[in-house]
């Protein structure tokens, strides 16, 4: 809309006397009617006897055309509109000319008040505001309109703000926004904005926080602060601690915030990481959810740009810790058992040889022939320097216990320099005055002499001349540069175990912040859900120790319901995984398999088939890497590239999730996997075999069961009884009967599991593998008493470790059956009667061709009959083959003839008989067992 002004035209005496109002007319002198006739007449005389001049003694006209002007100015500023980006040109150009106002024609007071009272009636002013004063303060130079709009504000009382709730909304976004754009022109009158912190409106608090927040960003920040700088800054920051634990929760996040900015422009001291780090961490069990949400994201900036070494953990960082402070110790206790060195001042070594000095004094003073000539050595020397390397010799001849020398050269620089300072004192030649003479040379300003271990202490004089130190002209000691030397390395051993303090209670915080917020993952409020995740994903990102717990947490909300969880999910995953950084394809795939074998080792049944939804998109896209991450996968698994046990294990899992996206993966290379995981070296690694077991179900329409529910119904697949793998599967499930393996058991529930949903007539297969397994036991029980022998003398103790081993073959056996029979019940209700419905769905299809169609007309009459007959000829032919499975399982499963039936006795005994039958594994083996078979 355009913009538009509505002006209150009086009408009335009353009007015209309102002042101060928006949109009212000021008039200062109000007439009756009576007099007007008497003004009027008066004012016709002065205008012909003086001309227009005769108007400047009733208007102010530079008052009143500057007022004219102004309210216009502020007039325009009304409009709501002012504020849009359309109105730039408007609102620079009031701006500007307002800025002339102030600076030329002296309206700083009247602007300044004018400013508060339209923020306290047009909260959208605002920003113009502050983009008003900035300008004026900065282009014009007017820095005081600042200070009077400051302490405006800083005035109004708690009870006035709490009356006027859109002024005080106003207010605070006019000094945040301020704030921002020119920080260094408010910490003048910041005193005057932090009494609010102590107010009751919240809003208040808040600018201010942020106004100090951005000073402390670009103003107080860096290492060249003077010294009121930085006790500026630590009074802000402390302030800013306080309100950390403000009563109101949105202050607290606010100030969160702000330290989360501070943290991110590198601006926090390194002092203060430790008690900042500690007050977030405790903000994370804030009521507030808006707090909770800001703590995360400090601690994500904390973590990011943290000045320690975030991959150590608090357990690593201990030993080099105590080690360091072990070292630090020693190097003071040894620097603490040297001797002291002494010391002696200067005046009491001048005391100590001023007697005999004297004498000296006196004695050269007594002129003879020898001493004439020698003087004229003296001066030759004198001549050829400046006083104060005069002064330095003297100095030295003293140092020495050249006392003549010293008396003869101090005498003769006079002469050469009588306006030196030095020996101004020698126009009159006296013992008194060359003595001071001597004592100011020698003792200077008062020094203190090291004496180090010397037998004669006049040589270690180091004397000040006016301020200069004459043992600058001699070389160091080799004692002081030891001495110097240690020194620096005790403050580099301080420094060192000072920053491994730091750093360790930064892990400790750290680790405790990853525990707390690994709890967050499951909250109920979604946007603290995304802030986790988020933050999982940037600990792992910089390899903080750990980590890895997190990224695996996160993992089962995959499914969850909801979109935005579930989303943020996927997202983190195909950031921290799915693209991978390097300089070609190979190194690309290389990163991205070992970013999910640190996933998948040592990984739960749960979190690898959480892992699928991420996986199989990967291999769904069709990304350029697919093909390369299968080959480096395969080569780890075979072993043509050196591999850990466990990342092998990694291999061959991603290949099997590799495979629900595309079957021919696995399908194509199952006699590698039969031979490498599951050939004749299966007994010496039953996880590998397990996990490659697993990997092959992929293949099993069981597994891709979500893929086919959209495709027409066909014969299901499967394998021949005679294929390798149940070969081999049915080999390694035999041998490992008679084994101790603890893995064996999770081996051989995954290949039974198989092999009923791969096998053609797995029933044949399952009982000829019992019978075989049964066999192996007997053999073994049979043959036990010869590989007693073989092992030695038995004593009692080996009798009774002999019984226990054959209890846990026995076990083992046992759990064979129970897997067997509860996979032959869930084959005949799943797969069979699948079967059996897809075979009548073929049959009533095929007869439905094979009749001839009849009448048109006859068929549409008859079509909803023919409906609900078929519907009852299905759902009573379903009743026909679910009652024909259930028979199956009563009457035919544990038939005498059926081999699950020779076991039922023992599983039966051994529950039956606890006290004999004692063995742990026997009797939770039997007892599992028969519950299996009970399900029958």
């Known amino acids: 809309s355009e913009m538009s002004w509505d002006f209150i035209v009086p009408v009335c005496v009353g009007d015209l006397e309102k002042t101060g109002g928006i949109n009212q007319y000021v008039v200062q002198d109000v007439v009756s009617p009576k007099q007007l006739a008497a003004c009027l007449s008066k004012f016709k005389a002065a205008l012909r006897s003086q001309g227009p001049t005769c108007i400047l003694e009733h208007f102010d006209t530079g008052y009143s055309v500057l007022n004219c002007v102004t309210c216009c100015c502020y007039k325009l500023l009304e409009n709501p509109t002012i504020s849009h980006v359309k109105s730039k040109p408007t609102r620079d150009g009031i701006i500007h000319l307002l800025g002339v106002l102030i600076k030329k024609y002296n309206h700083l007071l009247g602007a300044s008040v004018k400013v508060i009272q339209l923020l306290q009636h047009f909260e959208q002013l605002s920003s113009v505001f502050a983009q008003a004063v900035c300008v004026w303060s900065t282009e014009y130079g007017v820095r005081a309109i600042i200070g ?82 930085k006790a500026d800054r630590d009074r802000f920051f402390d302030t800013l601690q306080e309100h950390l634990h403000d009563t109101h929760s949105h202050v607290r996040a606010r100030v969160l915030q702000v330290y989360a900015r501070i943290v991110n422009s590198k601006a926090l001291p390194l002092c203060k990481y430790s008690e900042v780090m500690e007050l977030a961490v405790g903000r994370l069990m804030d009521k507030s959810i808006n707090a909770v949400k800001s703590a995360i994201q400090l601690l994500a900036a904390f973590i990011a740009l943290n000045p320690y070494s975030c991959k150590l953990s608090s357990t690593d960082l201990q030993k080099p810790l105590e080690k360091e402070t072990a070292k630090l110790r020693d190097m003071k206790a040894r620097l603490e058992g040297k001797a002291p060195v002494a010391t002696i001042k200067a005046s009491e070594l001048w005391a100590a040889m001023e007697p005999e000095l004297l004498v000296t004094v006196r004695a050269e003073l007594e002129p003879t022939s020898e001493a004439e000539k020698e003087d004229e050595d003296d001066n030759r020397d004198v001549e050829a320097e400046d006083d104060r390397a005069t002064a330095v010799k003297v100095a030295q001849y003293l140092r020495v216990n050249k006392y003549r020398n010293a008396v003869r050269l101090c005498i003769r620089a006079h002469g050469c320099f009588p306006e030196s300072e030095m020996f101004a004192s020698l126009s ?107 933050f999982c994903v940037t600990v792992c990102e910089f390899s903080v120790a750990n980590s890895i717990s997190g990224v695996r947490k996160m993992l089962p909300l995959v499914w969850s319901t909801d979109a935005a969880i579930k989303d943020a999910v996927v997202q983190a995953y195909r950031r921290l995984y799915l693209n991978p950084q390097g300089e070609n394809i190979r190194v690309k795939a290389h990163t991205l398999v070992d970013s999910l074998s640190e996933l998948m080792v040592d990984a739960s049944l749960g979190t690898i088939q959480c892992l699928e939804e991420i996986v199989q998109e990967f291999f769904g896209s069709g990304s350029h890497l697919q093909s390369t ?81 959209t495709r027409e119904p066909r014969a299901p697949f499967r ?50 593998l019992l019978q075989r397994s049964a066999r192996l036991l007997l053999d073994q029980i049979a043959e036990g008493g010869e590989l ?149």
Not at 166 to 193: D, H, Y
């Open 428 to 534: 009159t030649l006296t013992p008194e005055t060359l003595m001071g003479t001597l004592a100011h040379i020698f003792k200077g300003k008062g020094c203190t002499l090291i004496i180090e271990h010397i037998s004669n202490p006049a040589l270690c004089i180091f004397s000040l001349l006016e301020g200069i130190s004459l043992s600058q002209n001699l070389p160091p000691t080799p004692q002081k540069d030891a001495e110097q030397e240690e020194d620096g390395e005790l403050k580099k051993q301080e420094m060192l175990v000072q920053y491994l303090k730091d750093t360790e209670t930064f892990a400790l915080q750290v680790e405790r912040a990853i525990s707390v917020i690994n709890t967050m993952l499951y909250w109920k409020t979604t946007s603290v859900v995304q802030e986790a995740v988020q």
């Open 719 to 768: 394998l021949p009884q005679d294929h390798q793998l149940f070969t081999c599967l049915t080999q390694a499930i035999a041998e490992g009967v008679v084994m101790e393996d603890p893995y064996w058991q999770t081996f051989m529930q995954q290949a039974v599991r198989l092999i009923y949903f791969l096998a053609e007539s797995p029933d044949q297969l399952c009982s000829r």
């Open 629 to 709: 991450v299968v080959q480096v996968l395969w080569e780890r698994f075979t072993g043509k590239r050196e591999t850990a046990a466990l990342h092998r294990r990694a291999a061959v899992l991603l290949l099997g999730l590799a495979a629900r996206a595309e079957r021919e993966v696995v399908l194509s290379n199952l006699d590698t996997l039969c031979s490498v995981a599951l050939g004749e070296k299966v007994t010496e690694d039953f996880l590998l075999a397990r996990d490659a077991v697993l990997t092959i179900c992929s293949i099993t329409d069981h597994v891709r069961v979500r893929g086919l529910m």
């Open 788 to 936: 007693n022998k073989d092992a030695g003398q038995l004593q009692d103790g080996s009798q009774e470790s002999n019984e226990q081993v054959n209890c846990v073959c026995l076990a083992q056996l046992l759990a064979l059956c129970g897997c067997v029979a509860f996979w032959q019940v869930s084959h005949l209700e799943r797969s069979v009667s699948a079967e059996l419905r897809r075979r009548r769905g073929e049959t009533e299809e095929r007869e439905e061709k094979e009749k001839a169609p009849s009448s048109k007309a006859k068929q549409t009459a008859s079509e909803s009959a023919m409906e609900e007959e078929l519907g009852l000829m299905g759902a009573s032919a379903e009743d026909t083959e679910a009652e024909l499975i259930r028979k199956i399982c009563e009457t035919e499963l544990l038939a005498e003839e059926n081999l699950l039936c020779a076991f039922l006795p023992l599983l039966v005994r051994v529950c039956s008989s606890p006290g004999r039958y004692s063995h742990p594994h026997l009797t939770t083996a039997a007892c599992l067992a028969l519950s299996q078979y009970m399900m029958i």
């Open 148 to 229: 009077e709009v400051i302490r405006e504000i800083g005035q109004r009382s708690s009870e006035e703000l709490a009356r006027e709730a859109s002024g005080v909304k106003a207010f605070s976004s006019f000094i945040a926004e301020l704030g921002s754009l020119v920080p260094e022109l408010m910490i003048p009158n910041i005193s005057v904005l932090i009494t609010h912190l102590e107010g009751e409106s919240h809003t208040m608090r808040v600018a201010v926080c942020e106004v100090l927040g951005e000073i402390l960003v670009r103003v107080l920040c860096g290492d060249k602060l003077d010294e009121s700088g």
